[in-house]
């Protein structure tokens, strides 16, 4: 009997000693997993902190960008506007001596050589009208609407403003006429 406890208590032992190996090994690895887990949201807290500063730095950025892009948009339409106040004057003035040599030119030749100078004017005057425009959609004086317009007009003043270019290269540029609304 004697020998039955000594057994028993040995085996009683081994299990024992298993079961602390066990709860060694567990507690060991918990505590290895623990120390790498605050390792890990120490790592994340630092690059939680880096990507913020870096989100400040783009932000800062993208706002001192835009009120760059604000600040040219604003000096383009002033250029514009002021380019297109500034040219109208001499197109005017040279509208003026035009007009009269029109009055006392008979020839043919001669005065097709002025209407032609007429009608240049006339294109230079649109080119300034749309550059003020342009100013005024820039600024937000006016809102573009969808119209429709007869594109006859359009022809005309597209062939005007480019014919004297197709003829010095020894182009011929002609139009057709239509009556299409666009």
Known sequence: MEVTIAGALLLFLGFLSLNALRTHRTVKQSLRLEFENSNLVAHLDAEKERIEKLNDQLEKRVA???FELVAANAAKSRFLAAASHDLRQPL??????TGALSRTVSDPQPAETVQ???DTIVVMGGLLDALLDISKLDSGAITPEATE?????????LYLAFRHHAIEKGLSLHTVPSSAIV
Do not use: G, K, W, Y
Request: aromatic residues 4%; proline residues 5%.
């Open 149 to 157: 317009f007869s594109i006859v007009a359009m022809l005309q003043r």
């Open 64 to 66: 001192e960008r835009s």
């Open 92 to 97: 005017q003035t040279l509208s003026l001596p």
């Open 116 to 118: 032609e100078l007429r």
